[in-house]
């Protein structure tokens, strides 16, 4: 086993400390105002394809146990843990205010989480003690993506399933965020992004099953390309004074199904966020 030099771990746990000062005074900012309703209606707006496919991974039996790290205000787990009752569900995160947010919105949606503060690099739970694990939003801010994901493999029972939420790496927006974090104008620590490529190639090294991929959201603006290209239609609409009538309504339906196919065969490759679904073998 390679051994790692103290400038190693030092500049380890100096990203750590200053990832977590990043998002505690982002959540201690929130936990201020109190005003939770906006966030969670912009989770249940956006994130309709991402719940879907974490539903569709988890079996009908109870008695499930299901894991959210980096869980921040808790929204996610909470749409999951109310749509399926009868589970055991957990979130993590390594701000303590965030945990403190997710307590909130745990008691606006009457849930029973066990919620806990942990580094989701080392995580203090036992091999094999969930049955599903997912983050959204987590793993690009870790340099090394793998360890952080083998963490989580560890915590997964044989043939249990590890659901990762990233940014996705062709896009506009990953410009922008690049460009921002060059100019020191980004407030939401250091992050990277990932093509399919990129996580298919991550789970074979850790062993793991490519299940199934999606992409979805786009990011709203003008130096989004293809955002603009979807959004093209409602903008040649709204100066159409025919727009109500059958040809153009017709037209609309069609250029919509069109990008619907687009979007399901081939969105992972586009759309602003990716995610994947892993199996861990069995033994």
């Known amino acids: 086993m390679k051994a790692v030099s103290p400038q190693h771990q030092a500049n380890k746990v100096a990203f750590q400390t200053s990832l977590s000062e990043a998002y505690g005074e982002k959540w201690s900012t929130l936990l201020e105002e109190k005003n939770f309703a906006e966030f969670i209606a912009q989770h249940l707006?956006?994130?309709?394809?991402?719940y879907a496919l974490?539903?569709?991974?988890?079996?009908?039996?109870?008695?499930q146990r299901i894991l959210e790290l980096g869980c921040g205000t808790g929204i996610d787990i909470n749409v999951i843990a109310n749509e399926k009752k009868g589970s055991q569900y957990f979130g993590s995160d390594i701000s303590t205010e965030s945990v403190k947010i997710c307590e909130h919105i745990t008691e606006i949606f009457s849930n029973d989480l066990r919620l806990f503060v942990a580094d989701t690099q080392r995580l203090p739970l036992r091999s094999g003690t969930f049955d599903l694990v997912f983050s959204?939003?987590?793993v690009e801010h870790f340099n090394d993506h793998v360890a952080v994901m083998a963490e989580q493999v560890r915590v997964l029972r044989n043939g249990g399933i590890l659901?990762?939420?990233v940014p996705q790496k062709y896009t506009g927006y990953t410009w922008m965020k690049k460009h921002a974090m060059k100019n020191g104008k980004w407030d939401l620590g250091w992050e990277t992004e990932f093509s399919y490529s990129d996580l298919k190639k991550a789970g074979r090294k850790l062993g793991l099953i490519a299940k199934e991929v999606i992409g979805y959201q786009y990011w709203k603006s003008w130096k989004e390309p293809v955002f603009v290209l979807r959004d093209l239609y409602e903008k040649c609409r709204r100066?159409?004074?025919w727009r109500d009538r059958s040809p153009f309504l017709l037209l609309r339906k069609v250029y919509d199904r069109f990008w619907g196919f687009l979007e399901k065969k081939w969105g992972h490759y586009f759309m602003q966020n990716i995610v994947i679904v892993f199996e861990k073998k069995t033994s």
């Open 54 to 63: 974490i539903k569709k991974h988890l079996t009908g039996a109870n008695g």
């Open 163 to 165: 659901i990762v939420n």
């Open 239 to 241: 100066r159409n004074p």
């Open 136 to 138: 959204q939003g987590l």
């Open 45 to 50: 707006e956006n994130r309709g394809p991402f």
